[in-house]
């Protein structure tokens, strides 16, 4: 990424910030602002401004700080301030999410600004990009300071998200845009801080809808996973916010994961809380958290046995013990199963779920097919439901995240000079990496696909004989046997593990793999890996469906922390990250270390 330096900005503050840009995912050119020591160091705070606002209001917030030992950073969000785009709208909330993770990759680029030595402060709705991040990207932060997260937004209309979402339905792709109801007087005591927000022409007053919808959904998720976050996290809360509600922050807070974490409620503050009246004291419970992160270290523990206890095993053990008789949820899942067990055999899918298991690679090849078919024409209507549901959306999002990513692993290898050698240790047919061979062809280019099923075998040669791929070969083999995997030859310098180790809840057949394919890889070879650090309908997959082997679907979900680190335990540098809209599936590149 690129990064343009400006000319300084006028200001008699010892805080002069320096102008800059980066560039997004998609493109975008996007501002910030840096407040720079005059000495060079290592540590950062990164703020991230309320909705609607800009980096520009954060001037008197790092000058009341007064943090001068740090290099501190503060972005204008797409849509906001000086980065351009409609004001108030970005694609969906993931794609805000994903920004965060794109802007702090930057600073590791540009400046040197490592994450294990990074302090997050941000305020709003943009505390709630920030614990998504957190959440999603699992990165190794020092802490994070929340102010006034807006986990729930205070609407005062009846059913308005429902309406959001059916104006949205029927304007389809259109932007469409809801002009806030808050005055600078709903924000802070503070008259002058009130004059200087209504004067700024730099806030944006409106926000899209889309946006508002995925942020109240991703924060339900947010509070329902807070368990899955380990980052050292301060949240400050107003006690008379006009603009957000208090008491999802405390179920948020209650739920939190984080060995270390601190709430303190300022009972007469409204919702700007770094701009209130007398915000020296909240200024003051950052300033010492934020110090207290970089003094003590507070940074999240490796996860390498969340198999043996902890917060992912309780939920297992929960899904594995029937629920009791009385309960209307475990009525409602037996009518759930012998629905798709009668009727919903009429959809091919069901059907093909049924006899192979809904995880198996036969199931899977299916949904990345997403055809429906089934007899009559009620059979193809429930089939159509059946490739629709959130889980089978996300596994197809995931599909193209793992193109992505594959291709750019087999690019970094073309661009060292060598010849790209692909293993996917448990491809099933391997439908994704047979298009991603075909799309980048080249006498460079070959591919070994393994599996332990003979059928999933089968059904990957017919499809390279149908598509004329010919630099592929299948083979079996054991995802897990250290040994036959170390003995790959030629030696990989890519490989691939999609789909499999979530389907296993233990840690040591994984530790195992990564070891056989640690010793396979050559140095400096990638890997790419997936993950389903959330999934909404766990409790209803391990209840209704079974998997390969006939028995209940149950799965241990991993966080994205518990399975990066057990990637970096077993030799690898993790490069990028991929998720989907609903946070469900994640595929991220990795590099292996020298021996």
């Given at each position: 990424?690129?990064?343009?330096?400006?000319?300084?900005?006028?200001?008699?503050?010892?805080?002069?910030?320096?102008?800059?840009?980066?560039?997004?995912?998609?493109?975008?050119?996007?501002?910030?602002?840096?407040?720079?020591?005059?000495?060079?160091?290592?540590?950062?705070?990164?703020?991230?401004?309320?909705?609607?606002?800009?980096?520009g209001r954060v001037q008197d917030i790092v000058e009341a700080l007064a943090l001068r030992d740090l290099a501190i950073f503060a972005w204008d969000a797409r849509g906001h301030g000086r980065t351009p785009g409609p004001r108030g709208y970005a694609p969906s909330f993931a794609t805000v999410i994903n920004d965060v993770e794109v802007f702090i990759r930057?600073?590791?680029?540009?400046?040197?600004?490592?994450?294990?030595?990074?302090?997050?402060?941000?305020?709003?709705?943009?505390?709630?990009?920030?614990?998504?991040w957190a959440h999603d990207y699992a990165p190794r932060i020092r802490g994070m300071v929340l102010a006034a997260p807006a986990f729930e937004i205070k609407l005062y209309v009846p059913l308005a998200i429902p309406s959001l979402r059916l104006l949205l339905k029927v304007r389809g792709h259109r932007q469409t845009f809801i002009k806030s109801y808050v005055r600078p007087k709903m924000l802070t005591h503070d008259q002058e801080q009130a004059r200087r927000y209504e004067a700024d022409d730099l806030i944006a007053k409106s926000i899209a809808a889309n946006v508002l919808v995925d942020l109240h959904d991703t924060s339900k998720r947010l509070?329902?996973?807070?368990?899955?976050?380990?980052?050292?996290?301060?949240?400050?809360?107003?006690?008379?916010?006009?603009?957000?509600?208090?008491?999802?922050?405390?179920?948020?807070?209650?739920?939190l994961g984080a060995p270390f974490k601190r709430m303190k409620v300022f009972p007469r503050m409204y919702h700007d809380l770094l701009h209130e009246q007398d915000r020296s004291a909240v200024?003051?419970?950052?300033?010492?958290?934020?110090?207290?992160?970089?003094?003590?270290?507070?940074?999240p523990q490796e996860l390498l046995a969340p198999d043996r206890s902890g917060y992912t095993l309780n939920e297992y053990d929960r899904l594995t013990e029937p629920l009791p008789w009385h309960s209307a949820r475990r009525w409602a899942y037996r009518i759930q199963q012998a629905g798709m067990r009668t009727v919903g055999r009429l959809s091919e899918g069901v059907r093909l779920g049924w006899r192979t298991g809904f995880d198996s690679g036969q199931t899977l090849d299916y949904v990345y097919e997403n055809r429906p078919r089934g007899a009559l024409l009620l059979g193809r209507w429930i089939d159509r439901g059946y490739l629709n549901s959130i889980g089978w959306r996300g596994i197809r999002k995931r599909r193209i995240n793992l193109e992505k990513l594959l291709a750019e692993a087999i690019g970094?290898?073309?661009?060292?000079?060598?010849?790209?050698?692909?293993?996917?240790?448990?491809?099933?047919?391997?439908?994704?990496?047979?298009?991603?061979?075909?799309?980048?062809a080249g006498p460079d280019l070959s591919a070994v696909l393994r599996d332990n099923v003979?059928?999933?075998?089968?059904?990957?040669?017919?499809?390279?004989?149908?598509?004329?791929?010919?630099?592929?070969?299948?083979?079996?083999?054991?995802?897990?046997?250290?040994?036959?995997?170390?003995a790959l030859d030629p030696a990989p310098n890519i490989a691939v593990v999609s789909g499999l180790y979530e389907l296993f809840p233990d840690n040591d057949p994984i530790r195992r793999s990564l070891r056989g394919l640690f010793r396979a890889l050559s140095p400096g070879g990638y890997l790419v890996y997936t993950c389903q650090p959330w999934h909404p309908q766990v409790e209803m997959i391990g209840?209704?469906?079974?998997?390969?082997?006939?028995?209940?679907?149950?799965?241990?979900?991993?966080?994205?922390?518990?399975?990066?680190?057990?990637?970096?335990?077993?030799?690898?540098?993790?490069?990028?990250?991929?998720?989907?809209?609903?946070?469900?599936f994640t595929v991220s590149l990795a590099r292996r270390a020298a021996r």
């Open positions: 990424m690129s990064v343009t330096r400006f000319a300084t900005v006028g200001d008699d503050s010892e805080f002069v910030p320096s102008e800059h840009t980066a560039v997004l995912a998609d493109g975008t050119s996007l501002f910030y602002r840096a407040w720079l020591p005059q000495h060079p160091t290592a540590r950062s705070l990164v703020i991230f401004h309320r909705g609607h606002e800009h980096s930057h600073l590791g680029l540009a400046h040197q600004m490592r994450p294990e030595q990074m302090v997050i402060l941000a305020q709003s709705v943009g505390a709630v990009s920030v614990a998504a509070i329902a996973d807070a368990g899955a976050i380990q980052t050292p996290t301060l949240l400050l809360s107003a006690g008379a916010d006009w603009v957000v509600k208090l008491a999802p922050q405390r179920r948020f807070f209650e739920r200024l003051d419970e950052a300033r010492a958290f934020i110090q207290e992160a970089f003094d003590r270290d507070l940074a970094l290898v073309r661009a060292s000079g060598q010849p790209v050698r692909l293993v996917d240790i448990a491809a099933g047919p391997g439908r994704y990496v047979l298009k991603t061979l075909e799309r980048l003979e059928a999933n075998l089968q059904a990957g040669r017919q499809l390279a004989l149908d598509w004329g791929i010919s630099n592929v070969t299948f083979q079996a083999g054991d995802a897990f046997d250290e040994e036959s995997l170390a209840r209704v469906l079974v998997n390969r082997e006939g028995q209940p679907w149950i799965m241990r979900r991993r966080t994205q922390q518990e399975m990066d680190d057990l990637i970096r335990v077993a030799g690898f540098e993790k490069l990028a990250q991929e998720i989907d809209p609903w946070g469900i």
